[in-house]
């Protein structure tokens, strides 16, 4: 109730949001979860990253509304007969945001540079034999055996997306981050009025040749509908609502749920659900390559410090938006199952602590990376961190933003030497609904995300799914990987949620809902 006043009265502030634009642009403002640090799509797995790349580049396929892919680089395609052979044409007209020509060397560096980083193209490269151009538009993949999820792969809509960049930034190490952002995608990046911490701004890619299909999520035509969009960083998030209110932005993402009731009565404001299933996800990601949870009992032991109702009502509130889901799977999709739910059934810290100690925990601090800034994360976060004291663990809880979050994930030394045991993320509901294409629940060693959980078994079930030729396979076999999954701890799970976006439906128009990555192509002003 508190939160409610106080965003009431902010509503009564003027916020200063970004610098005038000229008179004569159609420019859109948006607030998005968090704010644009990183410019390399591949490089991170980060929303907000992979927000900024599907502005920037395109990518060969696009999954729609259905999660079914559809052309979107790509003009034609064939596929042999006995699935082993694709070929690849690109459509007319695709050129760099620098005037030079989308080719096939192009394509095949960035597809070797996303393999190489992203779970879900590190699965699909460990199929393919060779990719061979046979001319500057047309090229060959060819597979040592018929897999099933090769367009989906290329499609997918949740980070990282299999973003076609130039050769030569491709040819980037993937473990290093592209220092240019120069793709072939609706938007260009201003990358010098880009200011962390305060906005990023793009315009409008003139030379861009949408596809003539209506748009349907991550598919169809990519219609740059303004002349420069501005994703202006509010931390604050009531400051951020009394801005919408107010007029002085069009779009905000992830608004407060707390404050969805104020913004449905907001004259001009709309509310918009993002796709069929719930958007969000809340993972628990448990550092495997250290000490304590290194021990698969002392992983075990943290499901027991995992209370969905605690960490929903923390950042959710109202429960018309938020599902309690002891599952890894996403709830509501088509391989939601039981398999390994047993093991959320009791909130028992005491038998928590009685479980570290028996993994060998002798009280040593565990180094939780605790945003600061993330209005669902950080929130999380103090519930986790709360449990844990509650249980008698001694929690070092090191705050940071969130970019600073995402960076220090990536390390793999000791929590002692500048590394970490826990953090909290998030995942999109429509990744994490597929076995395949949630690459969180992947356990690929030290190839794999931040944590690295390795087990092998694990990961020929997920080959296992992609190969499946019918849905009773897949079916059984999703809950054969969640069961095991969630023995092996990939990651502790706190339920999922839908927040719907909010925007000035008397300013702008046009939006396409995407589950997973908000878009912003499409969206006009009025």
Not at 118 to 137: K, N
Not at 184 to 192: E, M
Request: glycine letters at 8%.
């Amino acid at each position: 109730m508190f939160r409610l006043f106080a965003g009431l009265l902010a509503l009564a502030l003027p916020v200063c949001v970004s610098l005038p634009a000229s008179a004569q642009e159609k420019v859109l403002r948006a607030v998005m979860h968090a704010d644009v640090r990183v410019i390399d799509p591949i490089w991170t797995t980060q929303t907000i990253a992979n927000i900024h790349g599907a502005l920037i580049y395109d990518t060969l396929f696009g999954n729609d509304a259905d999660q079914k892919p559809q052309p979107q680089m790509v003009g034609k395609y064939d596929i042999s007969p006995d699935r082993m052979v694709y070929t690849f044409t690109l459509r007319d007209g695709l050129k760099f945001h620098d005037g030079s020509p989308v080719t096939t060397k192009d394509v095949i560096a960035s597809l070797k540079r996303w393999g190489a980083k992203d779970g879900v193209g590190q699965r699909l490269m460990g199929y393919v034999t060779s990719m061979t151009p046979a001319d500057d538009r047309t090229f060959t993949m060819v597979l040592r055996e018929p897999y099933g999820m090769v367009l989906e792969s290329l499609g997918k809509s949740g980070s990282s997306i299999a973003a076609i960049m130039r050769e030569k930034d491709a040819l980037t190490d993937p473990q290093q981050q592209v220092k240019e952002s120069v793709g072939s995608g609706p938007f260009t990046f201003a990358k010098d009025l880009w200011v962390p911490g305060s906005k990023a701004v793009y315009l409008k890619n003139k030379d861009y040749v949408p596809r003539t299909e209506a748009p349907s999520s991550f598919a169809g035509g990519k219609i740059p509908g303004v002349d420069r969009i501005e994703l202006v960083w509010i931390s604050d998030p009531q400051t951020a609502m009394s801005a919408l209110i107010n007029g002085e932005i069009d779009f905000y993402e992830a608004p407060n749920n707390d404050f969805l009731p104020l913004l449905e009565k907001a004259r001009g404001v709309k509310l918009l659900k993002t796709g069929k299933i719930d958007s969000t996800q809340g993972m628990i990601r448990l550092n495997h390559l250290h000490p304590p949870f290194d021990n698969p009992k002392a992983r075990q032991a943290m499901y027991y410090l995992i209370n969905q109702e605690d960490y929903l009502r923390a950042i959710v509130g109202d429960p018309k938006y938020y599902k309690v889901c002891p599952a890894l799977l996403t709830c509501g999709g088509p391989y939601e199952n039981d398999g390994g739910s047993q093991w959320m059934k009791e909130y028992n810290p005491k038998k928590a602590l009685q479980l570290m100690k028996e993994a060998g925990y002798k009280g040593e601090p565990i180094t939780v990376l605790t945003a600061t800034d993330h209005n669902t994360i950080t929130p999380a976060t103090q519930v986790l961190i709360q449990a844990m004291r509650e249980a008698g663990l001694n929690v070092d809880a090191q705050a940071m933003d969130w970019g600073s979050v995402v960076s220090r994930r990536a390390k793999k030394e000791p929590p002692a030497q500048g590394g970490w045991n826990i953090f909290v993320t998030t995942s999109g509901g429509v990744g994490s609904a597929n076995p395949v294409l949630h690459t969180w629940i992947g356990a690929s060693c030290e190839k794999g995300l931040f944590g690295w959980p390795c087990d092998p078994k694990i990961e020929e079930l997920r080959n296992a799914f992609g190969m499946a030729s019918n849905e009773t396979d897949r079916k059984r076999i999703a809950k054969e990987l969640q069961t095991l999954a969630m023995e092996d701890v990939v990651f502790l799970p706190f339920g999922q949620w839908d927040t719907p976006l909010a925007y000035r439906a008397d300013k702008i128009d046009g939006i396409v809902p995407n589950t997973g990555l908000a878009v912003l192509w499409g969206i006009t002003k009025k």
